[in-house]
């Protein structure tokens, strides 16, 4: 299987080498990339397996047992959250296509998995903003829209308990956010909500390398 870097910093070989010693992806999670990546060009939407190894680990050293996805997919990144969490954990996948998530829901059944995870489909901001305001996550990852990112965050960050981590993805945009020359409007949006999360009082925040960029915030 070949495997594709998502990450500008790093060469192909290395990338590879990187991910071969990790722990080996199974047969479900190979498959569900190659499936991916016959989409085409579109399957650059898939996290990196890397990434997706780190957000597993990260969710079941958290002890996470409620989690929340913004942006789905073909649903591999919430298949290792989904394994991060215990047996009576839960995560909740907002997407709004139905042709995606379908691949998604076959690779979470293939993974004994499908009963962790729940899926609703439609606008993420008004799923968000329909669920009470109280503690309902003590993780999630945000990796749709990037216009829509700060309205993911703050309605997500009411719901979250203290010490809860928020993941959002593509910050880094292919190393676009640090070129004053790009002012493409994605670009634009990612620098906006990045400035929002760096100068946000109510969180703490580490900003990683991890793919096209990970950040990490954590609530006080």
Not at 36 to 45: N, P
Request: aromatic share 8%; proline share 5%.
């Amino acid at each position: 299987m070949e495997l594709t870097t998502k990450s500008f910093s790093l060469s192909p070989e290395v990338h590879r080498y990187m991910v071969e010693h990790g722990d080996p992806l199974d047969d479900v999670q190979r498959r569900l990339i190659e499936e991916t990546a016959a989409l085409g060009r579109i399957s650059m939407m898939q996290i990196a397996p890397e990434q997706g190894a780190f957000m597993q680990m990260l969710t079941r050293v958290s002890g996470a047992r409620r989690a929340v996805e913004v942006g789905t997919f073909t649903g591999y990144s919430a298949l290792c959250i989904a394994r991060g969490l215990p047996a009576d954990g839960r995560l909740l996948c907002l997407d709004t296509s139905e042709e995606w998530t379908a691949i998604a829901r076959r690779y979470w059944r293939e993974a004994g998995l499908d009963e962790r995870i729940e899926l609703r489909l439609g606008p993420a901001a008004e799923t968000l903003r329909a669920l009470p305001e109280e503690p309902l996550f003590e993780l999630a990852f945000i990796d749709a829209d990037k216009s829509g990112y700060p309205v993911y965050y703050e309605e997500i960050l009411k719901r979250m308990d203290s010490g809860g981590l928020i993941l959002c993805d593509n910050v880094l945009w292919f190393g676009s956010v640090a070129d004053p020359g790009n002012q493409e409007q994605s670009t634009r949006d990612i620098r906006a909500f990045n400035d929002l999360v760096a100068s946000d009082p109510r969180v703490e925040r580490v900003m990683l390398a991890i793919g096209d960029g990970l950040t990490i915030a954590r609530k006080r």
